[in-house]
């Protein structure tokens, strides 16, 4: 049965994740990751989750399977951070949210839902682009084509080239944008091109589906989420997934969403008792725990203010970690202008460093970071960032 199965290929960052681990040089230091760490390079537990967790110990539940679409509070709650508690898609009920196994479950029941109801149609990436994307979309049944998006030359992004990639595209094309913080460059649309972006992927009929696996960390909740309310006004049907991996500090507990826009409420009933069919066939419902603590968290304004705060803090420190990083690879004699890393947001950025370089960084150095220079800027703290940008300094002078 198994004789002519294939060996697959290693997924490029955990076989990096691996070599790191047998790495003996004790000033090792991992970039290569996504993944926030605090300033003593630990996975932080958050206090709102530590006590929403303590809260619900004091009182356990039996496990019962949940429904379907997951938590029903949970669901709110991830809708009033999506579109705004008060926005009027969700008084008028015309989203219809599922819980999800993280950020990629999302992405993925979007996908086989899209796939029953567009099966033709082609489904565009960023280029770059999260390298999960186009496998999970490819896996579903679609082809996977990119948009114009990182210009190494200029250090930004080629947006003259996304948007004629956009207005190029076969009506019922499929768009994943990255709502912010953009993984891997780090760079991000202004609102201005962002209203651009919604005006062509609505004047060509397009179907936008919006990663959102970073709100919080680009600039702040609601100024990220900003975005969702540009396409809510433009009058589309769109899909928007979640993740809380990140902003929880929750990786392993996979928890996420997706959210579907639809035209009404009636719309939105008959859409969500699809989603239903697509987990229902793949994993029945989702999990209790991630789910509860989340919403418990979302649902208590003493909890929800002060994960606000946390994740203000996580995004505080990675920026303060991107100017450090400037300052230093200048003072360590670094000739070129850097400056552009502390324009970039959220957890990575796109050095600039060749393939070349980002290697003699691993084998003389043991600084990991990914081939294609991505590094993620959440992993560097007061400890390690001088002997960071000392070895950048070696690899680029
Ligand atoms: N989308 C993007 C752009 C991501 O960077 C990630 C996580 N690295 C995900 C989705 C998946 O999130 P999760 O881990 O919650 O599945």
Known sequence: LFSAVEMAPRDPI???????????????VNLGVGVYYDDNGKLPLLECVRAAEKQMMEAPKARGYLPIDGIAAYDAAVQGLVFGADSEPVKGKRVATVQALGGTGGLKIGADFLKRISPSAKVLISDPSWENHRALF??????????????????????????????????????????????????????????????????????????????????????????????????????VSTSFSKSFSLYGERVGALSVLCASAEEASRVLSQLKIVIRTNYSNPPTHGGQVVATVL????????????????????????????????????????????????????SGLSKDQMVRLRSEFGVYGVDSGRICVAALNSKNIDYVCESIAKVVG
């Not at 460059?185 to 589906?209: E, I, S």
């Not at 300052?327 to 670094?334: C, D, R, T």
Request: aromatic residues 10%; contains cysteine.
């Open 138 to 239: 490819t896996n579903a049944g679609f082809t996977v084509e990119t948009y114009a998006y990182y210009d190494a030359a200029r250090r930004g992004i080629n947006f003259d080239g996304m948007l004629t990639a956009l207005n190029q595209a076969a009506e019922g094309t499929i768009v994943v944008l990255h709502a912010c913080c953009h993984n891997p460059t780090g760079y991000d649309l202004t609102p201005a091109q962002w209203d651009q972006v919604v005006a062509a992927t609505k004047a060509k009929k397009l179907v936008p589906f919006l990663d959102m696996a970073y709100q919080g960390f680009g600039s702040g909740i609601a100024e990220d989420g900003a975005v969702i309310g540009k396409f809510v006004a433009s009058g589309q049907d769109f899909f």
């Open 299 to 350: 649902n208590t304004p003493a909890l929800r203010a002060q994960w606000e705060e946390e994740l203000a803090g996580m995004r505080q420190r990675i920026k303060q970690m991107r100017v450090a990083l400037v300052e230093k690879l200048k003072a360590a004699g670094v000739k070129q202008d850097m400056s552009f890393i502390a324009q970039q947001v959220g957890m990575f950025s796109y």
């Open 14 to 28: 955990l076989g990096l994740n691996e070599q790191f681990n047998a790495d003996t040089n004790p000033k090792k």
